[in-house]
């Protein structure tokens, strides 16, 4: 019995730094990021791999990435949105119809199926950049939508990419 309370004293906190700092697997809720996660809302939702060593380690957040993040207005709840712009970027807000200009140390957020994500546009605003949790590679769950996540922003959303390197927030790519 002392050898198996030795085993979860040393495997608990080692699983613990793994999810907190490495990655992990998080369920996607709701119509927000259709049709790129959860296409069919009465099959089950899906399940992403989401890897947190280029948002933790080392600060690599780029235009285009699923992340995942906590809810600015509630510190319980995590988010799946697009990366849409970054620091010192020029963004089309389609609801205010104008352009606004992203803050040193946030980014901007969208889902893919804008008239049902709440996010920059619509609650938000830009969004702090120690609230991205990790990038959602990978859908793993159902086994039917099993894909690679591709990174991708829409068109015409950044109006101005920052070309001075303050908005280069992570490695050159």
Request: glycine share 8%; with cysteine.
């Amino acid at each position: 019995m002392l050898s198996l309370a030795k085993q979860v004293a040393w495997s608990l906190p080692v699983a613990i730094a793994i999810r907190d700092l490495v990655g992990n697997v998080v369920q996607v809720e709701g119509p927000s990021m259709q049709p790129t996660l959860n296409p069919d809302l009465d099959k089950s939702s899906d399940w992403v791999l989401v890897e947190k060593v280029s948002y933790k380690w080392f600060h690599d957040y780029r235009r285009g990435d699923v992340a995942v993040l906590w809810a600015p207005d509630d510190p319980q709840a995590l988010l799946v949105k697009r990366v849409v712009g970054l620091q010192e970027d020029v963004v089309w807000d389609d609801l205010r119809r104008s352009t606004q200009k992203i803050p040193a140390g946030r980014c901007w957020i969208e889902g893919d199926n804008a008239p049902h994500s709440a996010d920059s546009r619509s609650m938000f605003g830009p969004v702090h950049l120690g609230l991205l949790e990790g990038r959602a590679v990978c859908v793993v769950w159902p086994p039917s939508r099993m894909c690679m996540l591709s990174r991708h922003v829409p068109p015409g959303k950044v109006i101005e990419v920052d070309r001075t390197g303050v908005g280069d927030v992570g490695l050159p790519g």
